[in-house]
């Protein structure tokens, strides 16, 4: 059983000290989606939703949420990020807005966290900006799919399904 690094002797929750941790560049990929009904489909591709730009907004939100990791996750820490990436692709016929988040670092702790994050932060703005003609959304499957660099290496999700 791996052993839960934000314990210490007692059981107490306690932020990692990563101080003796290789400085390394680091990368993290998230991805998630969140399903709407043919109204918000047409609104969004239309760009006629009443709250303005939605992927943009949803874009923004997303980069924003990356950098806030450290203050929305307790035992995070605060990470100087490089790049923050969000893409969106959309399926019509599914009703699906795909979502992925590519987080960079040069530091001495991962940015999983951070491209999770960003996954979760634009798929909740894209909710808030399209609930008028969907209040039915459902936010799904967020996912590391990609980590690399530290001392564990590479981390690739096998079933990775975008």
């Known amino acids: 059983m791996a052993k839960l690094t934000h ?3 007692t059981g107490s929750a306690h932020m990692v000290d990563v101080s003796s941790k290789g400085v390394t560049k680091r990368t993290a990929i998230a991805v998630g989606k969140i399903k709407v009904n043919k109204i918000a489909i047409d609104l ?4 006629t939703s009443k ?5 943009g907004v949803a874009r923004l939100a997303g980069i924003m949420g990356a950098k806030s990791t450290s203050r929305l996750i307790p035992l995070c820490h605060a990470v100087n990020l490089s790049s923050v990436n969000i893409e969106f692709r959309v399926d019509s016929k599914l009703g699906d807005i795909n979502i992925k988040a590519s987080v960079s670092s040069v530091g001495s702790t991962g940015v999983e ?3 999770l994050t960003a996954v979760s932060v634009s798929a909740l703005t894209i909710y808030d900006m399209l609930k008028s003609a969907d209040k039915s959304m459902l ?13 564990s290496g590479t981390y ?3 079933d990775n399904k975008k």
């Open 44 to 47: 969004l591709k239309k760009g």
């Open 139 to 151: 936010i799904s499957d967020i996912k590391l799919i990609l980590k690399t660099g530290g001392k």
């Open 7 to 9: 314990f210490d002797q």
């Open 113 to 115: 966290m951070e491209a």
């Open 51 to 55: 709250k303005g730009d939605v992927l």
């Open 156 to 158: 690739k999700r096998y």
